[in-house]
Every structure is written in C-alpha cells, then in structure tokens.
C-alpha cells in the first residue's frame, strides 16, 4: 500500500470521527487514557517522579495515582479534540476559543524586530498552534518532520488549515533569520530535554534542566522580542493566551546571557504550568539530562 492511499484511509477514519458528538469523542478519549494508564508502566512512572519532583509533599500516593490518571487522559484527548475540531469551519471552532493578551503581540511587533512565540506542551498546543493564525497575525511554526509521509502530509494540513505556516526544523535557521528580520512572528517549544552539548542547564520546578540554547542565542542575535503563548481547556472552550513580552538580558558576557536568558524562557513557562498542572505533558522526561559533575576521588 503506497502512501497516498494511506494517506487517504487516515483521512477518511478523521472525517469519519469527527462527525461524531463531542461527548462520543470525549468518552473514548478517557476510555483510551485509562488503558493507556494501566499498560504504560514506563510512562507511569515519568509522571509520577516528575510530579512528586515538581511538587515534593503534595501528593499522597493515592492524589499521584489519580493526578497521574488525569494527565494521561488529557494527553489523549489533544487528539481527539484536534479530530473533533477537524471538520469545523473558523465561524463554528470560533465559538469555543477565547484569544487574550493579543495586544502583547501587536506591541511586541512595533518594535519591528520580529517576535518569536514561547510555547509550551501544556494544553492542547496542537490546536492552539492551528488556530492562533485567527487572533490577527501570520505565524510560523517549528516542527520536528515525521519520517512516515501519510502522518507528515496529514499534520501539516490539520496544523496550516488556518493560516499557521509550519517550518521544519532541519535547516530553518536562514528562513526563521529572514523571517524575523521582516518583523514577522515565528513560534516555538522549549520544555524539552536535550542533550548536554544542545543546551544549558537552568532550574525548572527546583531541579536543573538541560534547555536547548539556540532560543537565547537567536534572540541575542536578532534582538527579537519573545511573548510567552498558551493553550488550556476551560470546560468546553480553549483559552488561547499572549503574555508580556519578556525582556532580553544582556550583561556582556555571552555564556551569561546564554544562561540568564533560558532560565527567564523556561521560568516563565513553568509559571503557566504551575496554573493548569494537570494540562501539562508530563509524560515527557524533562530531567532526562543529568548535569556533568567531578567526583573527587581523594
């Protein structure tokens, strides 16, 4: 079977989804998160450290246990929410998405140095990355490529049918360089663990992690302002939010500012996460990363 013909199956079962209720959807989607519980013990357990790392003391065993259920079913539900959205035209998604703080993005553009969005996987950040095109600005996106082509054709048709232009991260320095300098306003992820030599370590929830440095020295460079975006659910509807604009820290040393900026990126992403903990992907080892140290064997 070739891809196209792939491709066209996987559309069909979307178009054939989301002519279901949404309620349908949502049931399924908990249904699978709890499945998906009760076999991933490997998951489980990410969660479970991450949360009682993030928030020493807070949770019982039992809170964890149910705190950790939550997550995974909201991390299913992003994909059924995208489905269920799939067929919706902007006039009828329009009545269940909120957009606040835009003025944070009209003023950051004045500037006329480009604006790169902050975000986060908290949220369904799949949605929000289709539809913040429709809050008045032209965005692009950074994203990893899928080596199976029917699931990378599909994601960039779900994620541009709005208006969001997606980039591939491979080789999209020069392009994210010409688009900044044309003041235009490009979105990005930074809670991901990397590799040592990718990133810098900076506290996140009380532990080092290992960000990747290349934000802090593209806005070093292009002097770019930075507007953290989030998206949660408030019962049936999506918040799509701007924050202010965070300011840039030059002190004259390049390593320094390197650290300084990350750690503001991802201090400001972890206060977001701290209002909609159970919204977060926590499913992710952010700490994977261990920072290098000397042991002293006298």
């Known amino acids: 079977m070739n ?4 491709y066209k199956l996987l559309k069909l079962m979307v178009n ?4 279901l209720p949404r309620r349908v959807l949502r049931f399924f989607s908990d249904l699978l998160g709890l499945i998906w519980y009760m076999v991933d013990k490997r998951h489980r357990n990410v969660v479970l450290e991450n949360i009682n790392f993030a928030y020493p003391e807070r949770f019982s065993n039992t809170q964890a246990q149910r705190f950790t259920k939550i ?7 992003i994909l059924f929410e995208v489905i269920w ?3 919706k035209t902007w006039d ?7 957009f606040k703080g835009v003025r944070h993005v009209e003023n950051a553009k004045k500037k006329g140095r480009g604006v790169i969005l902050l975000c986060s996987h908290l949220g369904n950040f799949e949605l ?3 539809v913040i095109a429709k809050a008045g600005i032209a965005p692009y996106g950074i ?3 899928f080596d199976f082509q029917p699931i990378e054709r599909f994601l960039l048709e779900v994620r541009q049918r709005f208006g969001t232009k997606m980039i591939p991260l491979r080789g999209a320095s020069k392009k994210i360089d010409t688009i900044l300098k044309n003041n235009g306003v490009v979105g990005t992820l930074l809670d991901q663990s990397v590799d040592w030599y990718q990133g810098v370590f900076v506290d996140y929830f009380g532990r080092p992690a290992c960000t990747n440095n290349g934000l802090a020295k593209l806005v070093l460079r292009s002097k770019a302002a930075v507007v953290p975006l989030f998206i949660v659910r408030k019962n049936e509807n999506y918040i799509v939010e701007f924050l202010p604009e965070i300011p840039l820290e030059i002190t004259g040393d390049p390593i320094k500012d390197i650290e300084n900026n990350t750690q503001n990126y991802v201090s400001s992403i972890e206060s977001t996460v701290r209002q909609y903990p159970e919204q977060y992907f926590w499913v992710h080892n952010r700490w994977k990363t261990k920072p290098y140290s000397i042991i002293n064997s006298n």
């Open 143 to 145: 994203y990893r490529k």
């Open 71 to 77: 997550v995974f079913k909201n991390v299913v539900s």
């Open 92 to 98: 009828e998604l329009s009545q269940c998405v909120l």
């Open 3 to 6: 891809d196209d013909i792939i």
């Open 85 to 87: 959205s799939y067929r």
């Open 128 to 130: 929000g990355g289709a």
């Open 16 to 19: 054939l989804l989301a002519m």
